[in-house]
């Protein structure tokens, strides 16, 4: 097995086991009987269980998927369609929860362990996202397009209801009154955009 190869075996391991027992719940040792490697190889690819941590939080994010997702918002903003910026944020988000189960876990964990660090982290992956679709809505604004004076707060209401999707999805398997997840992106989609098109909308 290739450097890049192991180093990705052990991101996979520590994902799982990071996600079932948090950062405090966790040792390199469970790790790295995980992965049948002997301990001293994590050290050899990380510097401790925090730059472990980060590294799992970073690269299992930054896919391949999410990748062409942030292209479609942008092929959609640059085409001004209105309805498929936010299909496609909605479809982002609801991606980095589905795909990545065991990060969008270790999350949860990190708001009950107070890790700052890892919102920090979180920020700097969402944040140029969130701040290239305000700016988006502040131009159709502009242009009578639509009325939204808080970009950023719908932006981030959007991103919340999907998350709050995935989060009962998980929770709550066996509800019938949970909707499907396509029909709560339709709907979270239609509540963003009619909202901002009324008249009367005060973000």
């Known amino acids: 097995m290739s450097g890049a190869k192991r180093r990705r075996h052990l991101l996979d391991a520590a994902a799982t086991i990071f996600g079932s027992k948090g950062f405090s719940g966790t040792t390199t040792k469970e790790i790295a009987n995980s992965a049948h490697v002997n301990e001293s190889l994590i050290f050899k690819h990380f510097d401790n269980k925090d ?49 990545n189960s065991d990060v969008y876990r270790m999350v949860l964990f990190s708001v009950l362990e107070k890790r700052p660090s890892v919102f920090e982290l979180l920020k700097k992956q969402m944040q140029p996202m969130i701040d290239e679709v305000a700016e988006y809505i502040r131009s159709r604004t ?49 509540i963003i955009l009619d909202s901002m098109r009324r008249s009367e909308t005060r973000c």
């Open 51 to 99: 730059h472990l941590y980060e590294c799992v939080l970073r690269e299992r994010e930054l896919d391949a998927v999410y990748l062409r997702f942030i292209e479609t918002i942008r092929d959609a903003i640059r085409a001004r369609n209105d309805r498929k910026v936010f299909d496609a944020i909605a479809r982002l988000i609801l991606h980095k929860h589905r795909s």
């Open 142 to 190: 502009k242009d009578g397009d639509l009325n939204c004076p808080d970009p950023e707060l719908y932006v981030i209401a959007l991103i919340g209801m999907v998350s709050h999707q995935a989060m009962i999805g998980e929770i709550f398997t066996e509800m019938d009154t949970i909707p499907d997840d396509e029909r709560a992106l339709r709907s979270y989609t239609q």
